[in-house]
């Protein structure tokens, strides 16, 4: 196989974001008043939401692509017709003939108004219906035209396919990047960083009131973050990647840093296939799963995830930041 540079995945966070977020979060909590009120249920829900998606974004059923299913299927179309709800409210208003008692009521420019309006409400219902058929059958086609490469263990045609399906997507919101590298023929390594942990709530929203998190949540909760999204990284490379296995190293900005030479690993787990398949996913604690997994991780309560020294030479060399000259 020849050589191959890391694919993007999720692009990395920028110097100028991570100072834009850090300052945003410094003013936000600056402008916390101690005579707030309760907490709004919209907020309650939203922290709620918030706690969830960083802690269990792995509880997912782990199905892969069955690649050969695929090629033999070969490229499909939107699977429904354009009009294919509005085409009876719109037979209905072509056909419509005054009764004589709407004549005589003086009804026909309503009843016409309202089969209008259940018209227009049913194209709009066809277009949101069409757009997701539409895009399902895009996703497979690009899917499809990438199977030779992912087959080959391209990591650009996997990043690909984890673009057309998504999988990228889910993790947006709760990483700040992912990337893909090949080493040899059959080992894949991804990479992940990490919140940083100024950007983790500090703050817990419930009905009651809002409540500082102790500096011993914020650690615990940092922990089952990067667990959690280790796991759901591994699940997505898996699904997509025809190999048994994939290792996720896990990075995080140190305080203070700005660059990506302040990137630190602070955890390295091997996730097989076999393990995943095993599981109970949608119900496994993070913490508990990684564990199991012989994880390289330094963590405690009073100071969360520290620098790990990963002596494997291939992950040193291909997650190590280069330095610009």
């Not at 309650?44 to 033999?72: C, G, M, P, S």
């Amino acid at each position: 196989m020849s050589a191959q540079g890391p694919a993007q995945i999720l692009a990395p966070m920028s110097r100028i974001d991570r100072v834009a977020g850090r300052g945003i979060r410094d003013r936000d909590r600056k402008r916390r008043d101690d005579t707030r009120g309760r907490p709004s249920r919209a907020e309650v829900e939203a922290y709620e939401l918030l706690i969830e998606r960083l802690t269990t974004i792995h509880q997912v059923a782990f199905d892969r692509i069955d690649w050969a299913k695929l090629e033999a299927e070969g490229p499909v179309v939107p699977t429904v017709a354009r009009d294919a709800i509005s085409a009876a409210a719109r037979h209905k208003l072509a056909n419509y003939r005054p009764s004589l008692f709407d004549n005589l009521l003086g009804l026909e420019r309503e009843k016409r108004r309202e089969l209008t309006n259940r018209m227009v409400e049913a194209a709009k219902a066809d277009a949101e219906l069409y757009g997701r058929a539409k895009a399902q059958a895009d996703a497979h086609n690009r899917t499809l035209a990438l199977a030779a490469d992912v087959r080959a263990l391209k990591v650009e045609a996997i990043a690909g396919v984890l673009k057309a399906n998504r999988g990228a997507a889910t993790l947006k919101d709760v990483i700040e990047g992912f990337r893909l590298h090949v080493e040899g023929p059959n080992r894949l390594i991804g990479e992940i960083d990490l919140f940083e942990y100024d950007a983790l709530p500090d703050e817990a929203c419930t009905p009651a009131a809002y409540k500082p998190l102790t500096d011993a949540e914020r650690c615990r909760l940092q922990l089952a973050n990067a667990c959690a999204v280790a796991l759901r990284a591994a699940v997505e490379v898996l699904r997509t990647a025809p190999v048994d296995a994939v290792e996720i190293v896990a990075r995080r900005c140190r305080p203070g840093g700005f660059a990506e030479t302040d990137l630190e690993p602070v955890l390295h787990v091997k996730v097989t296939a076999a393990a995943l398949a095993s599981l109970q996913l949608q119900k496994a604690d993070a913490v508990t799963t990684i564990a199991d997994m012989r994880a390289q991780i330094d963590w405690t309560p009073a100071r969360g995830l520290v620098p790990i020294r990963i002596d494997d030479p291939a992950i040193v060399r291909l997650t190590t930041p280069r330095v610009a000259a």
